[in-house]
């Protein structure tokens, strides 16, 4: 089965505690023993009682039952400096994202098109790092959304393979027990966020995909990082907190898995992403989904169309075949 072959992976390549002495920024990732905030509901009777590492947001029925899974603490630096630490314990594996105040992807997109002189320097002060890395952020970006003025109608994102991988669900009866599991805040959207952050991951490094993230939920929901929500927020069960706390757990996931398969396909900005890499590299993702929720898949194949495809627009990006003076920012 296919959740076997990522087991040994993970077996591999996380044998040993290793947290990051990085504590100025609380992220790490570590396989050793840590206490899931679950771990008190022995009845195994709670809908995500029999999911491990990612998480699906379908499977809470309130910001308070996800708040029994995982941990938040609020703090802050000084004024106008706030940050939220979010952390996951599931199997003897721990994942921990920070996001603090910072520059979102409003700020590139006012500093590219509708602001001045002062918009510029200001995004050159608040992240010199992303500015010095502006062409990986376009090639990110570029892989992140549909493009079909380079590279033709129905071109394929990072959204369409996590949804061909919902498509390709072989067990329904174990997957969709619970009814919100089938919509797009299900499987897709968990996937998507997994698949997304680990080709990055991949592709590029830890350190982008991080900040792709984080620059995302600070444009759209700044309110994550200080904890002050208005009551119609914790209830939107679509797009309030549950929904995106749940997003930041995944990305964390999601990274751990690119940096396993980057490490076990070798996989550098030289690359050659042939029909039967990607393919191979999918069904690890689907390996890993299969593990994590305990159900089956049909597998991606070289000779897929939407393999074939994606790997042609890999290659055109990583390989710089494109005009990356169009930046993506919205």
Same mark, same amino acid.
């Given at each position: ?16 505690c290793h947290p990051s ?15 899931? /905030?679950?771990? #008190?509901? %022995?009845? !195994?009777?709670?809908?995500? @009682?029999?999911?491990? *590492?990612? +998480? ?29 630490r979010v952390r996951h ?9 920070? /996001?603090?105040? #910072?520059? %979102?992807? !409003?700020?590139?997109?006012? @500093?590219?098109?509708? *602001?001045? +002189? ?42 369409? /393979? ?82 995106n706390y749940v997003d ?83």
């Amino acid at each position: 089965m296919y959740w076997l072959r990522l087991l040994a992976l993970f077996s591999v390549g996380l044998i040993s505690c290793h947290p990051s002495a990085d504590h100025t920024k609380m992220k790490h990732f570590a396989e050793c023993p840590c206490t899931s /905030l679950a771990s #008190g509901d %022995s009845s !195994g009777t709670a809908p995500y @009682a029999n999911v491990r *590492g990612a +998480l699906l947001a379908s499977r809470f029925a309130s910001f308070e039952a996800l708040k029994s899974v995982i941990g938040i603490e609020y703090d802050s630096s000084g004024p106008g400096h706030y940050r939220v630490r979010v952390r996951h314990c599931s199997h003897d594996r721990e994942v921990v994202s920070v /996001l603090e105040t #910072g520059v %979102s992807q !409003g700020d590139f997109a006012k @500093a590219r098109y509708s *602001g001045g +002189l002062g918009d510029r320097l200001a995004l050159l002060y608040g992240s010199p790092e992303a500015v010095r890395n502006r062409k990986d952020l376009e090639k990110a970006y570029t892989l992140l959304r549909w493009r079909s003025e380079w590279f033709g109608e129905g071109d394929i994102a990072f959204f369409d /393979l996590a949804k061909t991988s919902a498509q390709n669900i072989s067990t329904p009866g174990l997957a969709y027990k619970n009814a919100r599991d089938s919509t797009e805040k299900g499987y897709i959207n968990s996937f998507n966020h997994i698949t997304a952050q680990a080709f990055i991951t991949s592709c590029f490094s830890e350190e982008l995909a991080d900040f792709i993230a984080d620059s995302h939920e600070r444009y759209r929901h700044p309110e994550l990082i200080t904890g002050v929500f208005t009551a119609e927020q914790i209830a939107n069960l679509d797009e309030g907190p549950l929904d995106n706390y749940v997003d930041i757990i995944n990305n964390e996931w999601g990274q751990e898995l690119g940096k396993n398969l980057r490490d076990k396909y070798g996989i550098d900005r030289a690359t050659r992403w042939t029909p039967e890499l990607l393919a191979n590299y999918l069904n690890d993702l689907q390996a890993y989904f299969s593990w994590a929720f305990q159900i089956g898949f049909k597998p991606f194949r070289p000779d897929d169309e939407i393999v074939r495809r994606f790997s042609n627009k890999l290659n055109a990006v990583m390989q710089e075949r494109l005009d990356f003076d169009k930046t993506i920012t919205e």
